[in-house]
């Protein structure tokens, strides 16, 4: 069972696990994204990528 500086992912997305690099990917609710919203555009590079929730409340990411 891993301890408490080795939980995946962190309890908290900000936590830093102690005295390991921090190389695991962030996690972002997806509230926190949307912030209420059905769709957000999302500008990576020259490319814009659409993200929304589709009606069975899954999420869909389109270039």
Same mark, same amino acid.
């Given at each position: 069972? !891993?301890?408490d500086n080795e939980r995946f !992912? !962190?309890?908290d997305p900000?936590?830093?696990p102690l005295g390991k690099s921090d190389d695991r990917p962030r996690? /972002?609710?997806s509230s926190d994204l949307l912030c209420g919203r059905r769709e957000v555009w999302?500008?990576?590079g020259d490319a814009v990528y659409r993200l929304? /929730? $589709?009606?069975a409340d899954k999420l869909y990411? $389109?270039?």
């Open positions: 069972m !891993p301890d !992912p !962190p309890a900000a936590e830093k996690m /972002v609710s999302i500008q990576h929304r /929730v $589709t009606s990411l $389109t270039k």
